[in-house]
């Protein structure tokens, strides 16, 4: 198993700065490297606390790139919707420059009506632009004079400049938060997956991914694909604290969440089946039955070590979990003693690459 850091910010201006939130985060992330952690990695939302604090994952993680020199940098995710292809792969090959060939791109469809709305862009047209844009994303990477003729997108012929660091193209991944379907079409088009276990069940999060496995080997791509699972991670020495963190933390989310899926209970899309339901879902949210279904990690190294182990059984032992020590509100010495601590005394159990760079 592999270890990353993750960043998504569920956190005001009433609560943190936004300058206090970055500056810690760029700190937390130098310190991923120092430990050898695989990747760090961060989100894009816009216009609430829901994600906002990360309205371009492309600037803060070039802001990481300068202060590291071998961490992976993962966009977790772009959103298709909202830009022109064009603008997204420019921009994410300059990064990929800009680091030496250390992108990972992920790309996302975005779920928030809110966020459509803002944008002006049909929540209807959703799957289309984001089938086009990682499509084009990958020809103006990997061709020239590139012609692209979509429901949405035209353009050409024209030559992407800067060309990736990475040849053909930077790896590129898919977020999924719901659906079978979409992680069996990343398996068969060679890309890798992002997934949330937050918004899913044990059950569909299982057939989601053997859904991607069986699609990737059927379609003869090389290796198994890299599976990157998204947790909130409060780890501490002492349990009640770290579970005290862990419930703030969340109902924090959740709160928060609920603001941003507030829209949802009056929108409908064929795109988005059933996500009507995200508002009875936070609704219903309980932090106990979240913890013991390992939605989120929290308590010691040992009993999240032991967490960690019961996930390794349920999705795989190729996994790469990409963690999130601190959402936004706790205190920064906590957070930085948490992603010590798991270095040191969690991922030595699943993998020696941490522990090596540790020690």
Same mark, same amino acid.
């Given at each position: 198993?592999?270890?990353?850091?993750?960043?998504?910010?569920?956190?005001?201006?009433?609560?943190?700065?936004?300058?206090?939130?970055?500056? @810690?985060?760029?700190?937390?992330?130098?310190?991923?490297?120092?430990?050898?952690?695989?990747?760090?990695?961060?989100?894009?939302?816009?216009?609430?606390?829901?994600?906002?604090?990360?309205?371009?994952?492309?600037?803060?993680?070039?802001?990481?790139?300068?202060?590291?020199?071998?961490?992976?940098?993962?966009?977790?995710?772009?959103?298709?919707?909202?830009?022109?292809?064009?603008?997204?792969?420019?921009?994410?090959?300059?990064?990929?420059?800009?680091?030496?060939?250390?992108?990972?791109?992920?790309?996302?469809?975005?779920?928030?009506?809110?966020?459509?709305?803002?944008?002006?862009?049909?929540?209807?047209?959703?799957?289309?632009?984001?089938?086009?844009?990682?499509?084009?994303?990958?020809?103006?990477?990997?061709?020239?004079?590139?012609?692209?003729?979509?429901?949405?997108?035209?353009?050409?012929?024209?030559?992407?400049?800067?060309?990736?660091?990475?040849?053909?193209?930077?790896?590129?991944?898919?977020?999924?938060?719901?659906?079978?379907?979409?992680?069996?079409?990343?398996?068969?088009?060679?890309?890798?997956?992002?997934?949330?276990?937050?918004?899913?069940?044990? @059950?569909?999060?299982?057939?989601?991914?053997?859904?991607?496995?069986?699609?990737?080997?059927?379609?003869?791509?090389?290796?198994?694909?890299?599976?990157?699972?998204?947790?909130?991670?409060?780890?501490?020495?002492?349990?009640?604290?770290?579970?005290?963190?862990?419930?703030?933390? @969340?109902?924090?989310?959740?709160?928060?969440?609920?603001?941003?899926?507030?829209?949802?209970?009056?929108?409908?899309?064929?795109?988005?089946? $059933?996500? @009507?339901?995200?508002?009875?879902?936070?609704?219903?949210?309980?932090?106990?039955?979240?913890?013991?279904?390992?939605?989120?990690?929290?308590?010691?190294?040992?009993?999240?070590?032991?967490?960690?182990?019961?996930?390794? $059984?349920?999705?795989?032992?190729?996994?790469?979990?990409?963690?999130?020590?601190?959402?936004?509100?706790?205190?920064?010495?906590?957070?930085?003693?948490?992603?010590?601590?798991?270095?040191?005394?969690?991922?030595?159990?699943?993998?020696?690459?941490?522990?090596?760079?540790?020690?």
């Amino acid at each position: 198993m592999e270890f990353g850091v993750n960043f998504f910010p569920v956190v005001d201006p009433e609560r943190k700065s936004a300058s206090t939130y970055y500056d @810690e985060s760029l700190r937390l992330a130098a310190l991923a490297e120092a430990l050898g952690f695989e990747h760090v990695q961060t989100v894009e939302h816009y216009g609430s606390p829901y994600g906002g604090y990360s309205p371009d994952p492309v600037v803060f993680l070039t802001a990481v790139a300068a202060r590291t020199s071998r961490i992976r940098l993962v966009t977790g995710a772009v959103i298709a919707a909202f830009a022109h292809p064009v603008q997204i792969a420019a921009r994410l090959a300059q990064l990929d420059n800009l680091s030496h060939g250390r992108l990972d791109a992920g790309f996302g469809r975005g779920f928030l009506p809110d966020e459509f709305e803002l944008f002006g862009v049909d929540m209807g047209e959703s799957r289309t632009r984001f089938d086009e844009v990682v499509d084009a994303c990958v020809a103006l990477w990997s061709g020239r004079e590139v012609r692209f003729e979509g429901e949405v997108h035209r353009f050409g012929p024209v030559t992407g400049f800067p060309r990736p660091y990475q040849r053909p193209h930077p790896p590129v991944f898919v977020a999924s938060a719901t659906s079978a379907a979409s992680c069996a079409l990343a398996g068969e088009r060679g890309h890798h997956l992002q997934v949330v276990p937050s918004v899913t069940s044990r @059950e569909q999060l299982t057939a989601m991914t053997a859904a991607y496995r069986g699609a990737r080997a059927a379609a003869g791509h090389e290796g198994p694909g890299r599976i990157q699972i998204k947790y909130t991670c409060y780890l501490g020495e002492d349990r009640a604290t770290a579970l005290a963190d862990a419930r703030a933390g @969340e109902e924090n989310y959740v709160r928060t969440m609920a603001g941003a899926v507030a829209s949802w209970a009056g929108a409908r899309s064929e795109q988005y089946p $059933g996500y @009507e339901a995200f508002v009875e879902k936070v609704r219903a949210y309980d932090f106990d039955r979240s913890l013991a279904d390992h939605k989120v990690l929290a308590g010691t190294p040992d009993e999240v070590a032991a967490q960690i182990e019961t996930i390794r $059984g349920w999705y795989g032992d190729d996994l790469c979990l990409s963690l999130q020590f601190n959402p936004g509100h706790l205190p920064f010495d906590r957070a930085e003693r948490a992603v010590e601590l798991f270095a040191r005394e969690v991922a030595p159990a699943f993998t020696g690459g941490l522990a090596a760079a540790a020690a």
